[in-house]
């Protein structure tokens, strides 16, 4: 099946964007991706790349602006939810931790789970410096910036996190976040 030219420069230009955001330049890129996304409302791919470049470069608010808007043209236009493989996936945390959690969405996500009583899990396996990686995975830091904070190497942030999620028996990172806000390391902000 032959693919139309326009669709194949769209798509050029979406792997175009995914290097420049693998190269780090999230915030000199956003003005050309609003461009994209204005141009392309639908693509979800552009919409996830948006959100990622506005979260990296620590604008937030506007990341999840992005997604809302372009959940509602979705749904509105085509009765659709947002497909998991892109516009979701730049919602939630990558397994490597390359992308974090947004801190509202953590929260509230944090809040609503926590609110009903559970006992406290232990965290008597973990070292003091497995507990801080802990810590700051619950408050939504990807290993590069736990590896900055603690400076330390990544390879040696993502030891511990192989280490302590291995020691708790969990098995994603959602999980992790979820021990560090039940364990009482983090607590939601009010």
Same mark, same amino acid.
């Given at each position: 099946m032959k693919v139309p030219l326009e669709e194949r420069r769209i798509i050029a230009v979406e792997e175009l964007f995914d290097a420049e955001l693998a190269a780090g330049r999230h915030l000199a890129i956003v003005a050309d991706l609003v461009d994209a996304v204005t141009t392309n409302p639908v693509r979800e791919r552009?919409?996830?790349?948006?959100?990622?470049?506005?979260? &990296?470069?620590?604008?937030? #608010?506007?990341?999840?602006?992005?997604? @809302?808007?372009?959940?509602?043209?979705?749904?509105?236009?085509?009765?659709?939810?947002?497909?998991? /493989? &892109?516009?979701?996936?730049?919602?939630?945390?990558?397994? /490597?931790?390359?992308?974090?959690? #947004?801190?509202?969405?953590?929260?509230?996500?944090?809040?609503?789970?926590?609110? @009903?009583?559970? #006992?406290?899990?232990?965290?008597? #396996?973990?070292?003091?410096?497995?507990?801080?990686?802990?810590?700051?995975?619950?408050?939504?830091?990807?290993?590069?910036?736990?590896a900055g904070r603690l400076v330390v190497a990544e390879a040696t942030v993502k030891t511990h996190v192989t280490r302590l999620m291995a020691k708790l028996g969990l098995t994603s990172r959602a999980q992790a976040v979820v021990m560090a806000y039940e364990s009482g390391l983090v607590h939601p902000a009010r």
């Open positions: 552009l919409t996830g790349q948006l959100m990622t470049a506005l979260y &990296r470069g620590g604008r937030r #608010a506007e990341a999840l602006a992005a997604y @809302r808007r372009t959940r509602q043209l979705l749904t509105d236009e085509s009765g659709l939810e947002p497909g998991p /493989d &892109r516009l979701l996936a730049a919602l939630t945390a990558v397994t /490597d931790g390359e992308a974090v959690y #947004a801190p509202s969405v953590l929260r509230r996500l944090v809040e609503a789970y926590t609110e @009903r009583p559970v #006992a406290r899990p232990s965290l008597d #396996a973990l070292t003091a410096r497995e507990q801080e990686v802990l810590r700051l995975i619950g408050r939504g830091l990807s290993n590069h910036d736990i």
